[in-house]
């Protein structure tokens, strides 16, 4: 990481690293969900993650790159601590609350990711690669608002 090539090439691998820890834990979070809506949001972020995957081998590709992630700590904390909500909360309602908490987790830090990642891409002059990362970058965005919408306007009321 002697440069910002060498730092956006380490951020490349950690992303690549976390959406292949999350497309593990999305089919366990679906399958816990309480409420259909949920397990259906959980179910199509999980083929945007794949999709995402996807997208990531092609910038690997254009900057010449082996597709490897680097373990990433960050996602690593923040998987573990859904999972102990996950196993914890006997509540159903408080259960699918808990849940969309941990998911935005996820959301959030993969949003800082993908924007460092477009912002940097762009100042490297890897244009092309800023295109692919800013498409996963708009699915993050859009994931969170949804997980957002479904917790404001019913699961958190039920689980109060």
Known sequence: MKDLNGLFEHFLKDIYYAEQQIVKELPKMAEKADSADLRKAFEEHKTETEEQIRNLEQVFEKCGLKAEGEKCEAIEGILKEGKHIMDECEDPD???????AAAQAVEHYEITRYGTLVSWAKQLGKDDC???LQKNLDQEYSADQKLDRMAESKL?????
């Open 94 to 100: 408080a259960l699918d609350a808990g849940m969309i």
């Open 130 to 132: 800023a295109e692919i």
């Open 156 to 160: 958190n009321k039920q689980a109060a």
